[in-house]
């Protein structure tokens, strides 16, 4: 069957359920994939596309049909100086996306760009630049602080086997890593969410991790079991727990990873 060359587009209002309009549109005018944040304007307002079916200009070019729900953006000019941050330090580098990658249909964990290694396991051995940056993002919240955020910003490791071994075969794999509003998987990275419902996320290259990070939630039961994993893989590899959200540095004992586990969420 010939591709359709013209899609016919059904606009549906995301408050109400509604239909909007439709319109026939040039496929080559519609992005193939529907998976990043995509926004798009009608009749000179702004809208976000809550959902698209289908996905993809792969799907929706064999139908000739997409349906699309929308969400409109109320759009402001707003004074740079008046922006603030909603957290006080973020990580100034962000993995690559795998190219041809996607997550559509997949089981991964998708997290807010600004979430990404706020509570990571750092070598001991860093412990003096470890409380140097401490005291930095300190000085943040003592000097930057004006609600509801913040005008400033301070901005031997274990295999992936390691990993899989310590966590056992309660500790449940995802497909991989993304980030809300972004097309694709994070590449290398990896995320495993334990029985307590604390997941664990990072990076890996050739098998060696080179990022590991805990995604902070609310606990469940199986949280004293959980910190005695993650202790022995810390204790092992040398490691110490750092929320640097919280200006916190947590020894690698089980006692002290439970107490910070239930604080979470």
């Known amino acids: 069957m010939p591709a359709h060359a013209t899609i016919q587009v059904h606009f549906i209002d995301a408050q109400t359920g509604q239909p909007m309009g439709e319109a026939e549109l040039s496929a080559e005018q519609l992005p193939p994939t529907f998976e990043a944040a995509t ?17 993809t200009a792969a799907e929706y070019r064999k139908t000739g049909k997409l349906r699309l729900t929308l969400r409109e953006l109320n759009v402001s000019t707003v004074n740079p100086r008046d ?23 997949r089981n991964v964990l998708e997290m807010h760009e600004d979430d990404w290694r706020q509570v990571e396991f750092v070598a001991l051995a860093l412990e003096s630049p470890i409380e140097a940056e401490l005291k930095a993002i300190e000085r943040i ?4 602080h004006k609600r509801p955020g913040f005008d400033a910003l301070h901005g031997s490791w274990p295999t992936l086997s390691d990993l899989r071994s310590t966590l056992g075969e309660t500790a449940s794999w995802l497909d991989g890593v993304s980030f809300q509003g972004v097309a694709g998987l994070v590449a290398g990275g990896f995320a ?23 995604r902070p939630t609310k ?15 810390a204790i092992r590899h040398q490691l110490c727990l750092v929320d640097w959200c919280r200006v916190e540095q947590i020894p690698p004992t ?3 990873l439970r107490t910070w586990l239930s604080k979470q969420g």
């Open 39 to 55: 926004t798009l304007k009608l009749g000179g307002k702004s809208y976000e596309v809550v959902s698209a079916q289908p996905m």
């Open 254 to 256: 089980a006692e002290r």
């Open 219 to 233: 606990v469940g039961a199986a949280a004293e079991g959980d910190a005695r994993l993650l202790s022995a893989l």
């Open 192 to 214: 495993v969410r334990l029985p307590s419902g604390l997941t664990v996320y990072g990076t890996e290259k050739e098998g060696r991790v080179s990022v590991l990070a805990l």
């Open 83 to 105: 922006i603030l941050y909603s957290m006080p330090t973020l990580c100034d580098e962000l993995p690559a996306i795998a190219d041809g990658s996607t997550k559509a249909g």
């Open 141 to 144: 919240f003592t000097q930057h």
